[in-house]
């Protein structure tokens, strides 16, 4: 009985070591520079789609301001995206 549970610590031990992730090749302080950026942008366009649907309900009504609002979503919704991908590239490099 004893011989058995050895091997499956071994065992264990074995997968954890192969399924271990290896050294880390991205550079923290670019990755996290990118990721303050991120936030950054996420932050202004935030701001700048609640001011300008504010604006143009006020001024415009309801339909544009929510035409405004869809608008600047897809906008910010590109922004991130862009952003995403350059942390991605950022976190991957090795410089």
Known sequence: MRPLRIRQALAAVAAAVILAPGPVLGDPIGTVEQSGKTAGHAVR???????????DFFVHGPHTAKRTWKRN???TKSDARTDS???KREAQTED
């Open 45 to 55: 366009d935030g701001a700048e789609t609640a001011g300008r649907t504010t604006r």
């Open 73 to 75: 979503a897809e906008r």
């Open 85 to 87: 991908a350059r942390v």
